[in-house]
């Protein structure tokens, strides 16, 4: 069984930073991809960042470049994202997201409705 478990998140003020944490456990794929999404109120859930398990290669909405950077631990099967230079709309509820190394994680590794297991999201504000 596939499990997610998020923690970090809270409150910071503009410009401050803060790490999101991701376990990840139950997989049996080899390959797979793990994204970070969120979702702020009364908008949809978007794509933040994702990470491949095969390349390590890396994604990142327009929104976040040069702001957020998306890690792995492969001994911990735990994926970060470090968030630097916070802004009043990066407040949302911050969810991880995995499945399998598929045509459409591949392709389009940003786009939620792609991803079939997720985390129990994690309340992240920005706010002075």
């Known amino acids: 069984q596939v499990q997610l478990v998020q923690s970090g998140g809270g409150l910071v003020q503009p410009g401050g930073s803060l790490r999101l944490s991701c376990a990840a456990s139950?997989?049996?794929?080899?390959?797979?991809?793990i994204g970070w999404f969120r979702q702020a109120p009364g908008k949809e859930r978007e794509g933040v960042s994702s990470?491949?398990?095969?390349?390590?290669?890396?994604y990142y909405a327009d929104s976040v470049k040069g702001r957020f950077t998306i890690s792995r631990d492969n001994a911990k099967n735990t994926v970060y994202l470090q968030m630097n230079s916070l802004k009043p709309e990066d407040t949302a509820v911050y969810y991880c997201?995995?499945?399998?190394?598929?045509?459409?994680?591949?392709?389009?590794?940003?786009?939620?409705?792609?991803?079939?297991?997720w985390g129990q999201g994690t309340q992240v504000t920005v706010s002075s």
């Open positions: 139950g997989f049996t794929w080899d390959d797979y991809a």
């Open positions: 990470i491949r398990s095969n390349d390590g290669r890396t």
């Open positions: 997201a995995t499945d399998t190394l598929k045509p459409s994680t591949m392709l389009l590794p940003l786009v939620p409705s792609f991803y079939d297991y």
